[in-house]
């Protein structure tokens, strides 16, 4: 078992940064490949990106590449999601999870998921 807490979140203007962590208990996070998603009210949950186990690979949704950035710090037990250069349309709730696949953007591919945390961005 896997437990994931992501912080981070808030209210910030468009063109803002924020940075998302989620940290894990329970098990080594280095085991799992992890990955962000987020959901819009009314909206499908949607892949951000996804980080190998080692942090040597990572892939982006095309909505999100070039502004934000995925990280993890394996001794900490935590990754992390840079978002810059924010858009009204990244608003939503932002979920961390894990699997145990090699790296995956497919949400039926994951064990393991946070609960969320929101990030508003205005205009």
């Known amino acids: 078992q896997v437990q994931l807490v992501e912080s981070g979140g808030g209210l910030v203007q468009g063109g803002g940064s924020l940075r998302l962590s989620c940290a894990a208990s329970g098990r080594t996070l280095s085991d799992y490949a992890m990955g962000w998603f987020r959901q819009a009210p009314g909206k499908e949950r949607e892949f951000v990106g996804t980080i190998t186990r080692s942090g040597e690979g990572t892939y982006y949704a095309d909505s999100v590449r070039g502004r934000f950035t995925i990280s993890r710090d394996n001794a900490k037990n935590t990754v992390y999601l840079q978002m810059n250069s924010l858009k009204p349309e990244d608003t939503a709730n932002y979920s961390c999870?894990?699997?145990?696949?090699?790296?995956?953007?497919?949400?039926?591919?994951?064990?393991?998921w946070g609960q969320g945390t929101q990030v508003t961005v205005s205009s």
């Open positions: 999870a894990a699997t145990r696949r090699v790296i995956s953007s497919r949400a039926f591919e994951y064990d393991y």
